[in-house]
């Protein structure tokens, strides 16, 4: 905090420059979020998985690599795993993040049916994230965001 003094009155301003400067990698707080939308301009739904850096390294993957979604709907849980002629995960070099994301067709999974009720978004259970070489495994939280 810096003291600005008028006449003999201290008053204590806070800089939000200086809480807004980052240096460094910034990290995401949620390491996986899920969100489906429907885009007014093709008339389609989207769905896209947001993901942390450091999800994202702990499974060797990284901005520009591409990856498959596989879903288990009888356990309810989800993959991304590692696939070279996958979806692309996109960001910038430094991001907080990497997006994957597709347009819905028939046959995919959907976080909501009512397309009334989006966007949509749900968290991963960060207590059931697991990790392999090439993959993470995760069940999304019961909670919309």
């Known amino acids: 905090m810096l003291p600005i003094y008028y006449g003999d ?21 949620k390491g996986i979020v899920v969100s489906q939308i429907y885009k007014p301009s093709t008339k389609g739904e989207e769905i896209s998985f947001r993901i942390s850096v450091n999800v994202l390294e702990r499974f060797n993957a990284k ?58 978004k749900k968290e991963a259970d960060e207590n059931s994230l697991e990790f392999d070489e090439d993959s993470v495994t995760f069940k999304l939280k019961s909670e919309v965001l």
């Open 9 to 29: 009155i201290e008053m204590g301003f806070s800089s939000q420059l200086d809480k807004s400067k980052i240096t460094g990698r910034r990290v995401s707080s």
């Open 63 to 120: 901005v520009g690599d591409r990856v498959d979604v596989l879903i288990d709907k009888d356990s309810g849980e989800m993959m991304i795993k590692l696939n070279k002629k996958g979806f692309l995960i996109s960001g910038k070099e430094n991001a907080p993040t990497g997006l994957v994301r597709y347009t819905l067709k028939d046959g995919h999974f959907r976080l909501s049916d009512d397309r009334a009720s989006l966007p949509f």
